[in-house]
């Protein structure tokens, strides 16, 4: 649908005609397809529809005072972030380029970005030693960003670098711990074929003394504090505004099932993981405490790379996913996933308790597969999502105790460009999350998961940041989106101008904003976590709802062209200047 917004005048859209404190009217009028929206602007006030009886009707519409044109387009601004390059902070604990970063920033900047998110690896800051936290060089390139005028969102990683999609460099977790996991490999996550993965420590270990007297989940709260300690200042400025706490591989709440280390190919169905022998021993005590002694962890599941229709396991209409044995397997399993999110997000809550910040966390989208009956990917990666079954509200709620938001990736994809092999539903996954996210009342943000620069992408991003597209109070709309990721590529053109046309986009055709509290995102102290409902109860919660209504394309698209068009504007006046 072309917008009347996007076709008016850009100098009216981006408020620069209008005074502020004067008033404008605004008529919204619902048109025969169901979410879709269309604007007249005339000056006087803002009108809105009210329920009528038939969707042919006339709506009526109420009149009510408002500021300005900007502030109420302001409730439909999405804030974007961009991630800067993995190795930014080298192996040596050291700022790369510095010279070319500071040059990328200041082009960032320009382009009216919000701010960056930069992964803080474990593996860099603690390598030398137990509690031996190296900070300085992140300190030199916080203070950098600080310059600039931009936002910071911090990872804490506690992952490996190397391995997952787009990894273009390696980072291994602190020597010292792989040391320990040289003598005890259990401490890693282990496929039934006994083949560890190194990537991130085992759930399993979380509080298990292991590591020189400290448990897992004591060195990621030791961390998180020292790094709060250290960037204090940043914290206490607002430069830090975001504290993504890393929960797996990728930094991601799952299971490290599809990892290109173990020979995993798109779109191979995955692995379990959760043969190693704590993992192992937690289950045979769940089964005999329930008097199911025989029942045993999956040997029929498949390989990385076997499709579901090739295994017992998860086979359509009689697999084992289908039968009570695993039935209780899946529901244990995604249960430990969800109990090592719970925990540590209640230590992060702890340690920035009363900072003026938000934490948050990633979940995997994991699309393919996503239209088969067992889901198979997403069970392997611990998400127990089934057409008959909801496997995120779940770590919504979860999320939602803690107070930390939902970040979900694949907001670019579409289903039309995924091989009809892997019978992808990357459209309706998201839908599924963030409707999950919405209804639960928590914060939810996203992030593309492959690099794009073409204008489909960007319209696919646009559209799932505000499904509703615009609206009076601005809802439904994400928290914020983070772009992956900042490149020479990406500053190049026709792809920077196209990028700055999506950053006007997600801004609602608005200038930066340095205000946040003008678009509702005004940062409060972090408050304790609610303990008010129990794990368990969460995951009684699984009968499937249909997502939010969801609008066919963006009302505020990009078109075709449009970022050259505008390439050729600059480059004009500029001369001409």
Known sequence: MTSVLGMMNPNLINGRNLHKGSSIFVKVEEIKKRGQWRFSIKEKSLRTPQATASSTTEPKATEFSTTTYEDKMLTNYVPVYVMLQLGVITNDNVLENEENLKRQLKKLKQSQVDGVMVDVWWGIVESKGPKQYQWSAYRNLFAIVQSFGLKLQAIMSFHRCGGNIGDDVNIPIPKWVLEIGDSNPDIFYTNKSGNRNKECLSLSVDNL??????????????????????????????????????????????????????????????????????????YEEEVRRI?????????????????????????????????????????????????????????????????????????????WWYKTESHAAELTAGYYNLKTRDGYRAIAKMMGRHHAILNFTCLEMRNTEQPAKAKSGPQELVQQVLSSG??????????????????????????????????????????????????????????????????????????????????????????????????????????????????????????????????LQSTFLRKKS
């Not at 591989?249 to 190693?276: K, N």
């Not at 772009?483 to 920077?496: H, T, W």
């Open 291 to 367: 008097g199911h002694p025989e029942w045993k962890l999956p040997e029929n599941a498949g390989e990385y790379n076997n499709v579901p229709e090739e295994t017992e396991f998860f086979e359509y209409s009689n697999g084992t996913y289908l039968k009570e044995d695993g039935k209780f397997f899946l529901s244990w399993y995604s249960k430990k996933l969800l109990l090592h999110g719970d925990q540590i997000l209640d230590e992060a809550n702890k340690v920035f308790l009363g900072c003026k910040l938000k934490i948050a966390a990633k979940v995997s989208g994991i699309h």
């Open 209 to 282: 003394s292991l590591f020189r007297g400290r448990t897992a989940v004591e060195i990621y709260r030791d961390y998180m504090t020292s790094f709060k300690e250290n960037m204090e200042d940043f914290i206490s400025s607002g430069v830090i505004i975001d504290i993504e706490v890393g929960l797996g591989p990728a930094g991601e709440l799952r299971y490290p099932s599809y990892s290109e280390t173990q020979g995993w190919v798109f779109p191979g169905i995955g692995e379990f993981q959760c043969y190693d022998k704590y993992l192992r021993s937690d």
């Open 438 to 567: 919405w209804r639960e009342g928590i914060e939810v943000a996203g992030e593309n998961a492959l690099p794009r620069f073409d204008r489909n992408g960007y319209n696919q991003i646009i559209l799932n940041a505000r499904p509703n597209g615009i609206n009076q109070d601005g809802k439904p709309r994400m928290f914020g989106f983070t772009y992956l990721r900042l490149s020479d590529k990406l500053l190049r053109e026709p792809n920077f101008s196209r990028f700055k046309m999506f950053l006007k986009r997600m801004h609602a055709n608005q200038e930066y904003c340095s205000e946040p509290e003008r678009y509702n995102h005004e940062l409060f102290p972090l408050e304790r976590s609610r303990n008010d409902e129990s794990l368990e109860k969460f995951m009684e919660e699984t009968e499937p709802v249909d997502p939010i209504p969801w609008l066919e394309e963006t009302d505020m698209s990009i078109r075709p062209f449009e970022g050259v068009l505008s390439l």
